[in-house]
């Protein structure tokens, strides 16, 4: 039985709640599973934020609304997680936070921090955060010596006086949650996590950018939107050490024009964007698929139309990527649901995105490349970065028809053939053409890579017994919420689904689907998945679980709506 605990910090932009959670995340991954979750408002300072960390005594990687500790930086800060409170939940916070006449819970849960005095003492309102920190290790009785280790190692680049007051910030605030009446009672049902150093702490974007580094990536070019910036950022901070060029372009149709431009010239480069930017990438996509270039694109997704939500979550850009640019030609679609697989998927994608000359997209979301989580460390595939370039003859054709579709790809200066790629129709050579023929030779060229790439298609994961009359399918970061609730509801009737490739689809997943009830789980509110299943492999999803408020799956709303479905 899985044992947990979370609690969430609440707070202003601004008020160091991010420094709060990096530091608490990586003392309790110490000695429990952990993983933490981000709800940002879109602004820079003000507002309201919260974090919530789960700790666990299994690996997990999914959201939860109950609040079992909840920690108020303001007097503000409490009024949205009102509906996540219940009876069981405990507060902390300065005295006077708190208007008691809007809250429903007895006062013996209501605990006291003096954050304002513990500050002033400390040496201002900018220790109140290290002072948290300290009083919550205390309480879940954490160790408090690797607390002051990660400490003094997280502000190593800040003077030494910087680094003194933090440590004795938190020594206040450790003391003061050593000498509270509260007992944490939940912390003692969790099970230590077995040999704590084969796990690695990360976000989503760490992941994305290790897997693009071990495809071999060492170009990006992007403009920076929230939340697919973090990707940039990290290759930005490693360029020198992994020989990656970091190109902040002027916008994002220019950003994947220099990416294509790169692969042409034999580069592995990766566009990272949201989807607005990728609306504004059309036009270079649709290069992409006549000229056959290989790309690859990290899209981000956040709720739009538009600016929609900024900084919340949503998986409604499937179809964006589905039929972005115009025209008609292949393309890759993969969907990472844990952080291994946004390491192995970015990874593959740079492979394929070299074997067939297509564009390949990553998606992930807002909830997927901010929450942080562990990850056992294991090994990659090393055969993935092997480039397809081949040496070219006086002779050479760009576009020479073949029976798969795929044509030997030179760059330029390798060999002694002439590299021409147009953007009109063109011959086998690259010389632009209107002719009818060779329009319809080209065009089933391009098509034709379809059934190359799906022999190449990253199988999918079952979960449970294959003849289960109820199957759930999701994708993207809802993969660990379905998963872990199918693990608590251990059903046998009930399986679950895990798509790893979007697009394209191999037939035999239809014949999967055949005599099942089928509950599709997904991010937005028209089900692009479950049409997709339905064009694709001609199924029938009977249920279609939808979530498109900006926050992610929890446990509780899938099994709230499971329950909905089944039973009215």
């Known amino acids: 039985m899985n044992q947990d605990l979370c609690l969430v910090i609440s707070g202003e932009a601004g008020q160091g709640i991010q420094t709060i959670e990096d530091l608490l995340v990586r003392t309790i991954s110490k000695e429990y599973f952990v993983c933490s979750s981000k709800d940002i408002m879109s602004r820079v300072r003000g507002g309201n934020n919260s974090t919530e960390i789960r700790i666990s005594s299994q690996n997990v990687f999914a959201y939860k609304e109950t609040i079992n500790l909840l920690f108020l930086l303001n007097d503000h800060a409490l009024t949205r997680l009102l509906p996540r409170i219940n009876s069981e939940s405990t507060i902390f916070s300065e005295e006077g936070f708190i208007d008691k006449g809007h809250l429903q819970?007895?006062?013996?849960?209501?605990?006291?921090i003096p954050l304002s005095s513990l500050?002033?003492?400390?040496g201002g309102k900018l220790y109140t955060n290290t002072i948290l920190v300290g009083y919550i290790v205390a309480i879940l009785d954490l160790n408090k010596e690797t607390a002051q280790e990660l400490i003094a190692d997280k502000f190593s680049k800040k003077d030494q006086t910087i680094i003194d007051q933090n440590i004795e910030a938190f020594k206040l605030g450790y003391e003061a949650g050593t000498s509270t009446q509260y007992e944490c009672r939940e912390i003692k049902n969790i099970?230590?996590?077995?040999?704590?150093?084969?796990?690695?702490?990360?976000?989503?974007?760490?992941a994305i950018s290790i897997g693009a580094l071990a495809g071999g990536c060492n170009y990006i070019s992007s403009y920076p939107m929230s939340p697919s910036t973090g990707v940039l950022i990290n290759l930005a901070q490693n360029g020198v050490a992994f020989d990656v060029l970091v190109e902040q372009a002027e916008d994002e149709i220019a950003a994947l024009n220099m990416v294509l431009g790169a692969w042409y010239a034999g580069a592995r480069g990766l566009a990272t964007t949201s989807g607005g930017g990728l609306a504004l990438m059309q036009e270079a996509i649709s290069l992409a698929g006549i000229t056959e270039t290989p790309c690859v694109i990290h899209l981000a997704q956040r709720p739009g139309p538009a600016t929609g939500l900024p900084t919340r979550t949503e998986q409604a850009d499937?179809?964006?990527?589905l039929y972005a640019g115009h025209g008609e030609f292949p393309r890759i679609i993969l969907a990472p649901g844990t952080l291994k697989e946004g390491i192995e998927l970015t990874q593959k994608a740079f492979y394929l995105a070299d074997a067939y000359q297509v564009p390949v997209f990553v998606l992930t979301d807002q909830f997927f490349v901010d929450s942080l989580g562990m990850m056992k460390h294991f090994t990659l595939e090393n055969q993935l970065d092997k480039p397809h370039i081949q040496k070219t003859e006086q002779d050479y054709k760009r576009y020479l028809l073949t029976e798969n579709g795929i044509s030997p790809r030179g760059i330029p200066g390798y060999g002694n053939g002439f590299i021409k790629v147009d953007s009109d129709e063109h011959t086998e050579g690259g010389i632009i053409t209107e002719d009818f023929d060779i329009r319809v030779s080209m065009t089933d060229k391009r098509l034709s890579k379809q059934k190359s790439i799906l022999k190449n298609y990253i199988q999918e994961e079952w979960y449970g017994k294959k003849d289960a009359s109820q199957l759930i399918i999701a994708w993207g970061s809802t993969h660990s919420a379905v998963k872990e609730w199918i693990e608590r509801k251990n059903d046998p009737d009930?399986?679950?689904?895990?798509l790893k490739q979007l697009y394209p689809l191999p037939q035999y997943l239809g014949d999967l689907l055949r005599n099942k009830t089928i509950y599709c789980i997904e991010g937005n509110a028209t089900g692009q998945l479950s049409n997709l299943l339905t064009t694709e492999l001609d199924a029938h999803v009977d249920y279609r679980i939808?979530?498109?408020?900006g926050a992610p799956f929890s446990l509780e709303y899938i099994e709230e709506r499971w329950n909905e479905v089944n039973h009215g």
């Open 105 to 112: 819970v007895p006062t013996n849960q209501l605990y006291s």
């Open 119 to 122: 500050a002033k003492k400390a």
């Open 191 to 206: 099970s230590n996590i077995p040999e704590p150093t084969n796990y690695s702490i990360l976000d989503g974007s760490e």
């Open 318 to 321: 499937l179809n964006l990527t």
């Open 494 to 498: 009930i399986a679950y689904l895990h």
């Open 546 to 549: 939808h979530k498109y408020d």
